[in-house]
């Protein structure tokens, strides 16, 4: 499963030419929607992809969380530096593995090896390695969906993460208000 924007950034690209290297049976559901739509289209036709990828579009949290549901894994292969990355969240707050480039934030969240794996970004060949490696260990597969469920529990729930973020403004506030108050 794929969920994010259709753009360039987000990697889908990388993710389809992953996909066609796989030497199992899989089916990829695309939930997205952007500027990148019709290049997603032609490259799935270039790769020969059309009877193994469905692209849903744009849904609404509830029915993207159905697709979360069936999900053996979800994929992240965005490009470009993610500042964090909900999707990744939301995917192991559903007990779901990650698989996903190492870039940007994404590795302050995705424990490589225990709650997914991180492939070398546009890595191709590494990416669809780690992807295939997930769908052919089910076992594995669910213990790294429950260890990314846990650290949703433990480091990123409203009560747990909202009261980080407001420490860390009141010390960006604190300490500003100590540096004004030196230069005058």
């Not at 698989?99 to 546009?122: H, K, M, N, S």
Request: charged residues 30%.
């Amino acid at each position: 499963l794929f969920v994010g924007r259709a753009s360039f950034e987000k990697g889908l690209d990388y993710l389809l030419e992953a996909v066609a290297m796989l030497k199992i049976p899989f089916k990829l559901y695309l939930v997205t929607g952007g500027p990148a739509m019709s290049e997603i289209h032609e490259k799935i036709k270039q790769l020969n992809l059309s009877d193994r990828v469905e692209v849903p579009g744009i849904q609404s949290y509830d029915i993207t969380r159905d697709y979360y549901a069936m999900a053996d894994l979800v994929v992240v292969p965005s490009v470009w530096i993610e500042s964090f990355c909900l999707v990744g969240i939301e995917a192991m707050a559903n007990a779901k593995p990650v698989v996903a480039f190492r870039t940007g934030g994404i590795p302050d969240w995705l424990v490589d090896g225990q709650t997914g794996y991180l492939a070398e970004c546009r890595n191709v060949k590494d990416l669809a390695e780690k992807i295939e490696r997930v769908l052919r260990n089910k076992d594995e597969a669910k213990s790294l969906g429950i260890t990314g469920y846990r650290r949703v529990e433990e480091e990123y729930t409203m009560d747990v993460y909202l009261p980080r973020l407001i420490k860390i403004y009141e010390s960006a506030i604190e300490g500003r208000q100590t540096r004004d108050q030196v230069m005058k």
